[in-house]
């Protein structure tokens, strides 16, 4: 029997990079999953690979700013699966600009979705998680940059600082509900919202070709590499499992001896 066995999760942002890793660990240790992505038809293409290979997936289209959407979502995944135990808040982005040019539009745009988003979720899902009676598991994706600032991206930090918040007060709020509020904070993970963060690096003249800037931000890695989205599955499994039942409110360092705090 896997740890997983019997339980429905909605991993956001699901149909690539991180959260495509997260769902295909949680549908390898059993447990149903919804991807929901802005991207619709990626996130049907994941579940169709989850299926294709014996588990149970469904892919939504839903922006994780819009509550109408979110709660819709929530709806469809427990209309399809038959319940919501578990949460992945992992829908994110990021568009670098010199600290100096960042503007409104560059600031609430990132703020809407990494930090709005994990909010609305949370309090969505755990609404729907009080109702069925039987606790939960709510998981968001931090990152380094929630622990430390870095000038090339300014706001991004300011969100994943607030995601590390949201988690304690969630944590506070939902404990007397038996809902666990965790979340892990990443280093550099080879994926495509890296790959686009390199590009728009280059197209302001910051670096000059690609791999530049992701080789010098790992230099100072313990384990000498970045990571890759399967190198933080089993964070997430852990995380998600009864194995971490008595964790709440903690933010996992998944970084690779990156930043030690």
């Known amino acids: 029997m896997s740890r997983l066995d ?8 699901g149909a690539q990079g991180i ?6 660990r949680l549908a390898q240790e059993g447990s149903a999953i919804a991807i929901a992505d802005l991207n ?8 169709h ?3 294709s290979q014996g588990g149970k997936a469904i892919g939504i289209a839903v922006d994780v700013g819009n509550r109408a959407l979110v709660r819709a979502a929530i709806e469809e995944t427990v209309s399809a699966l ?10 994110g982005f990021n568009k ?11 600031f609430t745009s990132i703020m809407h979705v990494n930090a709005w988003g994990v909010l609305v979720f949370t309090q969505e899902a755990a609404r729907q998680m009080v109702a069925q009676g039987h606790g939960g598991k709510i998981i968001n994706t931090a990152s380094i940059a929630g622990r430390q600032g870095y000038a090339e991206f300014a706001p991004y930090c300011a969100s994943k600082a607030a995601v590390i918040s949201l988690t304690q007060a969630a944590a506070r709020e939902l404990a007397k509900h038996n809902i666990t509020v965790n979340a892990f904070a990443p280093g550099v ?5 890296w790959d686009g963060l390199e590009q728009d690096m280059i197209d302001k003249g910051v670096i000059k070709q690609k791999g530049e800037f992701i080789e010098s931000f790992s230099s100072s890695i313990l384990v000498g590499r970045p990571s890759k989205p399967e190198d933080l599955a089993g964070i997430a499994a852990f995380l998600a499992s009864a194995d971490s039942d008595y964790i709440t409110g903690q933010v996992i360092m998944s970084d690779g001896g990156m930043v030690l705090v």
Do not use: Q
Not at 189 to 193: A, E, F, M, R
């Open 6 to 13: 019997g339980k429905v999760a909605i991993v956001t942002g």
């Open 19 to 24: 959260g495509e890793g997260i769902a295909i």
């Open 40 to 47: 619709g038809d990626k996130a049907k293409s994941v579940a």
């Open 49 to 51: 690979a989850i299926t």
């Open 82 to 91: 038959g319940r919501l135990d578990i949460l992945f808040n992992n829908a």
């Open 96 to 106: 670098p600009l010199p600290f100096m040019e960042v503007d409104e539009a560059n």
């Open 189 to 193: 993970v080879i994926t495509p919202l």
